[in-house]
């Protein structure tokens, strides 16, 4: 029953007749419509560290990726040439290590017949000392070579979806450039409103997306403390978002604040000749008033119609009850 619906918005109904009912004004949300983006939390660039020519690119856009995962190697024909320098560098050390610790035993053994001095095989020594320090030097090298050219290798920096991949096989890039991005941390809607309806968001609203049979529920997850070009960013958290069209528009309405205004039951109005009447009482019993309607609202859970003008807080309708 229309009556029951009413007692429960708290329009009060008057007790000696059912059909009608004291108008009062209800508090009804105001809405915003917005259009939010598909967007991850983070976009994080993979980046090359090392420059060079790019010999495999092992993703695409829309692939999936998981931390630490190569994505793709950068080669540097160079660092082969100095691992190739190093290694004859090497080998000729060894030569004089095995030279002179040959010296050195030959020298120890002609000290122990009292050919040779003491002073003479510290240099033996030392000469042997001073190679060994050499060669572990030439290691040290051809170890840091071999990390820089490890590092041709490019990894997947979080988990997450690839959204972008800017670079080419056989491309030459330079350290830091990026060959691929990442979205990670989940996907959200991510929308930007005006800092005036900044306080009237919070964190757990619930977000209308879409209208009509379409629309769904989300929750607002983020609300970011830093306003930038006037306009503050927040993140919706929706159930089963679709994250292939990163960057997709979708309309949002955002509950702003409240108003107070003066509504009714759609069915206490009747339309006759481009214009729509409410039956109220009169001084000499009920009578028909021109009104206004307005679009509709939601008080308290219930659907009615906004009356913009020829309606008045008190004033008795009568209501097409059957």
Same mark, same amino acid.
């Given at each position: 029953?229309?009556?029951?619906?009413?007692?429960?918005?708290?329009?009060?109904?008057?007790?000696?007749?059912?059909?009608?009912?004291?108008?009062?004004?209800?508090?009804?949300?105001?809405?915003?419509?917005?259009?939010?983006?598909?967007?991850?939390?983070?976009?994080?660039?993979?980046?090359?560290?090392?420059?060079?020519?790019?010999?495999?690119?092992?993703?695409?856009?829309?692939?999936?990726?998981?931390?630490?995962?190569?994505?793709?190697?950068?080669?540097?024909?160079?660092?082969?040439?100095?691992?190739?320098?190093?290694?004859?560098?090497?080998?000729?050390?060894?030569?004089?290590?095995?030279?002179?610790?040959?010296?050195?035993?030959?020298?120890?053994?002609?000290?122990?017949?009292?050919?040779?001095?003491?002073?003479?095989?510290?240099?033996?020594?030392?000469?042997?000392?001073?190679?060994?320090?050499?060669?572990?030097?030439?290691?040290?090298?051809?170890?840091?070579?071999?990390?820089?050219?490890?590092?041709?290798?490019?990894?997947?920096?979080?988990?997450?979806?690839? !959204?972008? $991949?800017?670079? @080419?096989? *056989?491309?030459?890039?330079?350290?830091?450039? =990026?060959?691929?991005? /990442?979205?990670? +941390? &989940?996907?959200?809607?991510?929308?930007?409103?005006?800092?005036?309806?900044?306080?009237?968001?919070?964190?757990?609203?619930?977000?209308?997306?879409?209208?009509?049979?379409?629309?769904?529920?989300?929750?607002?997850?983020?609300?970011?403390?830093?306003?930038?070009?006037?306009?503050?960013?927040?993140?919706?958290?929706?159930?089963?978002?679709?994250?292939?069209?990163?960057?997709?528009?979708?309309?949002?309405?955002?509950?702003?604040?409240?108003?107070?205004?003066?509504?009714?039951?759609?069915?206490?109005?009747?339309?006759?000749?481009?214009?729509?009447? !409410?039956? $109220?009482?009169? @001084?000499? *019993?009920?009578?028909?008033?021109?009104?206004? =309607?307005?679009?509709? /609202?939601?008080? +308290? &859970?219930?659907?009615?119609?906004?009356?913009?003008?020829?309606?008045?807080?008190?004033?008795?309708?009568?209501?097409?009850?059957?």
């Amino acid at each position: 029953m229309i009556r029951a619906s009413l007692l429960a918005l708290g329009l009060l109904a008057t007790p000696a007749l059912a059909e009608t009912m004291v108008v009062q004004a209800v508090d009804v949300t105001e809405w915003k419509s917005v259009y939010a983006t598909v967007e991850a939390r983070r976009t994080v660039p993979a980046r090359a560290r090392i420059g060079g020519t790019i010999s495999e690119l092992e993703v695409t856009e829309g692939d999936t990726v998981q931390a630490g995962v190569p994505i793709g190697l950068v080669e540097d024909d160079k660092l082969a040439y100095q691992l190739a320098a190093i290694d004859a560098q090497i080998e000729a050390a060894e030569a004089q290590l095995e030279n002179a610790q040959a010296e050195l035993a030959r020298g120890e053994a002609l000290v122990e017949k009292g050919v040779s001095t003491a002073q003479r095989l510290d240099a033996l020594r030392t000469q042997v000392d001073v190679v060994n320090g050499q060669l572990l030097s030439l290691r040290a090298d051809r170890d840091r070579v071999t990390q820089t050219q490890a590092e041709g290798s490019v990894l997947a920096p979080a988990d997450g979806i690839v !959204l972008s $991949v800017p670079v @080419a096989t *056989g491309e030459v890039i330079m350290p830091g450039e =990026p060959i691929a991005t /990442v979205g990670s +941390g &989940g996907f959200f809607l991510r929308l930007q409103v005006p800092e005036r309806y900044a306080d009237s968001l919070h964190e757990g609203d619930s977000i209308v997306i879409g209208d009509g049979a379409d629309a769904a529920t989300g929750r607002l997850a983020k609300v970011y403390p830093l306003i930038a070009g006037g306009r503050v960013q927040a993140d919706i958290e929706v159930a089963g978002l679709d994250p292939r069209f990163t960057g997709a528009r979708v309309a949002v309405r955002l509950a702003v604040g409240q108003r107070s205004t003066l509504a009714v039951p759609a069915e206490a109005l009747s339309h006759r000749e481009g214009l729509d009447f !409410l039956t $109220v009482e009169g @001084a000499d *019993g009920p009578i028909e008033r021109v009104v206004v =309607p307005g679009g509709p /609202v939601d008080a +308290g &859970g219930q659907p009615l119609v906004e009356i913009v003008s020829g309606l008045r807080s008190g004033d008795v309708l009568v209501l097409n009850d059957e």
